[in-house]
């Protein structure tokens, strides 16, 4: 009686461990099937095959589509590269943060870098400041600087507001009244404050907001 | 008398009788210059009181006839005929006011050496002439002897007619030439075709789903072949046409003043209402700063965002939307609905939180109303008068 207590026992112990990589294997199969028939419509050169993909591969763990997609990402088709990196931002996958930063700076395709940037805030918003500002500054498409202005607004740290503030004066001092209403729209996201072309009020503004935002790291490693 | 008088055998008493006489006779006739003064000047008030009554009652019926006028644009902006009013329960009162539309007069109205240009388009000028006559008026309408018991007053007003909000024909509209769109999912619908305020389609012409100032192929770009026929309007799937590009800002600063529901940079959610979708009845919401709805908030009217607009939960609202900034529905919640236009200086937003101008995440309608923007363009026609002076 007492063996066949401890038999089953035993049993019930280790069946999850018995019968687990069957399991999984049953739903790893179609998972990876999948995956791979969605990575091969991705390279596809049609555009509704790429979309269709875009779609499987949404439908899967994220887990599993994050890693995959690294290989389109380097593909020779911009929109392919494009739909990918919208992807690693909608799957939440974290781990190729120097590839897309160097995307943001070398890429080819204007819609490329813009996706980059978006995908940098999205999913590396930890020292993304100066990636973006670069991007805001320098880059040759007005497409990407307006992307990466917009994106410094969603950071909302001290950081960041600094860098707004510095190229809406710049901006404003060469006239360049477009990429400052786009600057001046990004500072009301990131604040909430509407100060317009006053970048006096502006640093003032981000002055408090630096010692509001030093009191709250203070007030928490009290807490801590 | 004389030789009484004269007589020094007589009492003093009575040899000096005769003198007080001539004394009283020599003080009458200053005495009655005097009164006579008195009397006319009295007279000459009594007069100037009665021209000065005149006149004030002649000016307040002139302010009449403006009141009137403004009355009479209120209900018609482009109603210029002539006023002609003999004041009700007095038949010696009348106004008269003429319409003068600055912006086609053939004159220089406004010094720039440019005749009935566009910033002339609008605006009126309004005579009124106010009158009194004692004596009436006759059939005819003018008055029946313009002696000196006739007054007249004019005023010269500058008004300017606001005919309300133009036609927006399109569902949605993008007035930055590279904004950036984010559809997420298939559970949206931003619809061209014509809709009543409950949102059935109507006979009425389809109008593109979104219009774009800059290259529509940027647009359709970032709409996937699954998402295309979420786009539909005028012309083929996705509907996203070009346009002309419109001065938001413009009307936001015409219409803000009007506002019935003001915020100020809102720091909290706004769950309330900004109108009522039923009827609807219309209301003017501005906001300066971003704008955080939720909590299954309605709306109708006119929806006035000088920054960004983000819309969590159910969201019902009859109208026209103008958000300078970016437009942000994120998911859950409930249906999101938008009856009328949609108008956006910065990018339409789905989900997640990014910097595309129209981001789109769950089931979210975008209907085009012909009807919905002409019922609020007519609540929200006015004229308002800029300047007055009396002539």
Known sequence: MTSILLA????????PLLASPAVAGEEQRPVRAQLERALTLLES?????????????????????????????????????????????????????GRIRDMLRQDTDPTVRREASHALVALHPDGAVDALTTAAVHDRDVRVRRAALLDLGTLRTPEALDSLIDQLEAQLDEGDDYLAGITMRSLTYCTGKTLGKNIEGWRHFAEEFKERASEGEEDEQEVD | MTEAMSDPLLPKKHREAGSILVLILILMVPLAGLALALVTQGST???????NRGRAAALVNAESGIDH????????PTNLDLIQETYPGSANLRYLVEFSDLGADALDNDGDLDVDEADEDG????????????????AAGDPISENSHFYLKRIRAIGKANNGLPGFPYAVYLGDENAEVDFNGNAFLIDGNDHDADGNTTAGAAVPGIATVGDPVDIEDQISNQQSDNVIGSGGEPSVHNTASLPLQDYIDEYKASADIQFNNPSGTFTGSLGNPDGPVFKVTHCVG???????????????????LEITGSFEYVGVMIVTGQVIFRGGGGVKRVIGTCLVGGDFIEGAPHDEDLELSGTIDILYSSAIQDDLSGSLATFKILSWQEL
Request: hydrophobic share 40%; with cysteine; aromatic share 4%.
């Open chain 2, 69 to 76: 006028a403004l009355s009479q644009l209120l209900q018609d």
């Open chain 1, 8 to 15: 089953t026992t035993v049993l019930s112990l280790c069946w």
């Open chain 1, 45 to 97: 050169t049609e555009a509704a095959e790429q979309d269709q993909a875009a779609e499987i591969l949404r439908g899967l763990p994220p887990a599993q589509v994050g890693p995959a997609l690294l290989r389109p990402l380097e593909s020779k088709q911009d929109r392919v590269r494009r739909v990918t990196l919208r992807l690693l931002r909608d799957v939440g996958y974290d781990k190729c943060r």
């Open chain 2, 290 to 308: 971003n704008l955080d709805i939720s909590g299954g908030a309605v709306g109708a009217g006119l929806l006035l965002i000088e920054g960004n």
């Open chain 2, 123 to 138: 605006f009126v000028s309004l005579t009124s002439a106010g009158s009194l006559n004692v004596l009436g008026y006759d």
């Open chain 2, 45 to 51: 008030h009594t007069r100037e009181l009665g021209a």
